[in-house]
């Protein structure tokens, strides 16, 4: 990605991506119908437009001001507040959302920071909400970054007590990237449901 043609093939890729499949799967077992959901981290909005199809609205929030311009585009004309900035400025609203997804971008802030983060959103979401949430485990070829977190299953499913944790996933392997590049990759997914 270091010329604009790279830059731009990849912005390409992401603009035509479809929704993760984990909240393909999983959002309709949830049995949330209305409310607002938080998508951190939204890219190009992919998730964002998703959910407001299935009748939500969503705070879609990315610190990319070109992803967060894409997003906005493919989700004109729907129920979608694409906010520019930095999710760990935004100010959650305790027991608001019905639903909290993260799916690419949890890795990309220090742990301190994640685990706050994560707090303000359990606190955010309300009784009866849900989360689906993804992150990277210690074995993550990137694992050495020191600017990002890497979580044990024990680590995470510990945050997580207290929930009614529907499924907390593990993957580990090889596994491409955005921009085709395969890498091995560590992944922890957790969904739950707040009492």
């Known amino acids: 990605m270091d010329t604009p043609n790279g830059a731009a093939n990849l912005l390409a890729k992401i603009r035509q991506k479809p929704p993760a499949r984990m909240l393909t799967d999983w959002f309709p077992r949830l049995e949330i119908h209305g409310g607002v959901a938080l998508d951190l981290g939204c890219g190009a909005g992919a998730e964002a437009e998703y959910l407001a199809k299935e009748g939500m609205m969503v705070d ?6 070109t992803v967060a311009k894409a997003a906005k585009e493919r989700c004109q004309g729907l129920t979608v507040d694409v906010i ?19 799916i690419n971008s949890l890795p990309f802030v220090k742990k301190i920071d994640c ?35 890497f979580w044990t299953l024990d680590e995470f499913r510990e945050l997580w007590s207290g929930w009614d944790v529907l499924a907390m996933n593990e ?10 590049t395969e890498i091995f990759q560590h992944r922890i997914q957790v969904i739950a449901k707040k009492p």
């Open 171 to 180: 993957f580990k392997g090889i596994s491409p990237l955005a921009s085709g």
């Open 84 to 102: 520019q900035g930095d999710f760990l400025e935004f100010q959650l609203r305790p027991d608001y959302y019905a639903l909290a997804i993260a």
């Open 60 to 65: 879609a929030i990315d610190k990319s001001e």
């Open 115 to 149: 685990v706050a983060l994560l707090k303000n959103v359990q606190a955010s979401v309300r009784p009866g909400g849900a989360v689906i949430l993804a992150v990277f485990g210690p074995e993550h070829a990137w694992a050495k970054r020191e600017d990002m977190s």
